[in-house]
């Protein structure tokens, strides 16, 4: 007789996450996670493809072993201490940030998108099993005991390597690095390292302290982090590759492009850049027990609709503030990840489509307090990025803010590459590279939004990873033909 087939358990497990009334007045992280009785349970949803076809490993920049670590999670049912180190052991192998990814991959697009059980019903929460082990292995001191399996030894025996920038890129190719045997050295010019996910991404997304930790443990893998050091100001590009066998750029993409209409320089016009940072990395939202002041007013507006746009919004609401964000475009075109546009609508964020910025409108004070938008119309035609154009229609009106927060995009400083003679850039100021990520200067390696613009958490990584192997290789060719 035939085997009965498994049954498909179409729906997720949920996580549960903090009341909304209970949320909207401070900082702490909004998703909760799963424990282990129920990561386990929706571990069990998963029909383990296997890996050599699975779609949701080719989904993943990063090609974790999906199926493997939900598998180690199954073996072990009554010893949840030995299940999530086998576990983490399958992802480590791949990604050594998977507190990070697991809370901000936009999995929806990547993992997720073509997992099978998305075609009978919900795909599986790739993302949210990939945190649960990172948490519950930070928790249960289970990651000090995996770490020593991961030391690459021999530090500083294959080579030096300089990595410029403690983004997810930097820190990805650092730690892959460190693995391999090499003695790593970053360079930060903040006075804390993470990049976008310290100063960016707000703690009720990505805890600081659970960043800190994911950092803490790159460190014991023996990757030395200098800060204040600002390479083409500090220290030059020509000079670290005077001491180190090779460099990796991963300065990322943190300028903030502004809007050149009237009224820019008016009181209480933040780039959301300016603002995120005083928030999350001067913690101004604590002020006066920390230094750092913000101001603001009443009626925020948010210009953009990418993630920043989403974490500006929400970190503003926080702060007492009504806030509106105004985009261009329609709601389908918005960039920021679905999860944060549902969390920005059930808290309260207001949204007004198809409206342009034109003019700030100041009072007496030279403070802002109102914004004159064209209306916008969709046309049939996209853009070279696949984007709806949009055509204004003449039509014009005002909204009142006393506050506004510009989150139009960045682009990558020039800090580098204006010093560095012989560093090859685009017109939009991205390193140009080769297919080994190796930049036109021999030696001298970049990923991430460096080279990419802004883009992802993943990528960075997927690029930091990417670099370490073209470093590992470029370092061991040299010293074979020495
Ligand atoms: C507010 C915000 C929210 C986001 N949300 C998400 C999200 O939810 N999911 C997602 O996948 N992506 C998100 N992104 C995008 C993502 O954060 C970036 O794609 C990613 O951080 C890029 O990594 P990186 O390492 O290339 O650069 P970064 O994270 O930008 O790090 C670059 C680092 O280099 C340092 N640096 C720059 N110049 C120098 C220099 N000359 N010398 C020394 N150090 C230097 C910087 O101080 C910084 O620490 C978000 C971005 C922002 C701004
Ligand atoms: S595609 Fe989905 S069901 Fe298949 S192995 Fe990956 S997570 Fe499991």
Known sequence: ?????????????????????????????????YDFASALKEAERCIQCPPE?????KG????????GFIRALRENPDNPDEAVKNALRVIWNDNTLPAVTGRVCPQEEQCEAPCVMGKVGEPINIGKLERFVADY??????????????????????????????????????????????????FEALHKPGGVLIYGIPEFRLPKEILEKEI????ELGVEIKLDYIVGKTVTLEELLEEYDAVFIGTGAGTPKLLNIPGILLDRIYTANE????????????FPEYDE??????????????????DAARSALRLGTEVTIAYRRGREDMTARIEEIQHAEEEGVKFEFFVNPVEFIGDENGKVKAVKFEKMRPLDERDSRGKRKIVGTGEYITLEADTVIIAIGLEPNR????????????????????????????????????IRGEATVILAMGDGKKAAKAIHNYIQAKKANA
């Open 275 to 286: 603002f995120l940072t005083r928030i999350n990395l001067m913690k101004a939202y604590l």
């Open 53 to 57: 076809y699975a779609p949701c490993i």
């Open 216 to 219: 803490a443990k790159l460190r």
């Open 60 to 67: 993943c920049p990063v090609h974790i072993n999906i199926p």
């Open 137 to 186: 292995a930070r928790k249960h001191g289970i990651e000090e005991a995996l770490l020593r399996e991961f030391m690459g030894g021999n530090g500083g025996m294959k080579g030096k390597v300089a990595v410029v920038g403690s983004g997810p890129a930097g820190l990805t190719c650092a730690g892959e690095l460190a693995k391999m045997g090499y003695k790593v050295t970053i």
């Open 415 to 450: 800090i580098i590459s204006e010093e560095a003679t012989g560093l090859k850039t685009n017109s939009d100021g991205t390193l140009v590279v080769d297919e080994n990520l190796m930049t036109s200067i021999p030696g001298v390696f970049a990923g991430g939004d460096a």
């Open 293 to 310: 002041p913000i101001a603001i007013g009443k009626k925020t507006i948010v210009i953009g609709a990418g993630n920043t746009a989403m």
């Open 1 to 33: 007789m035939a085997r009965a087939k498994p049954k498909l358990i179409k729906e997720r497990v949920p996580t549960p996450e903090v009341p909304v009334e209970e949320r909207v007045r401070s900082f702490v992280e909004v998703n909760l996670g």
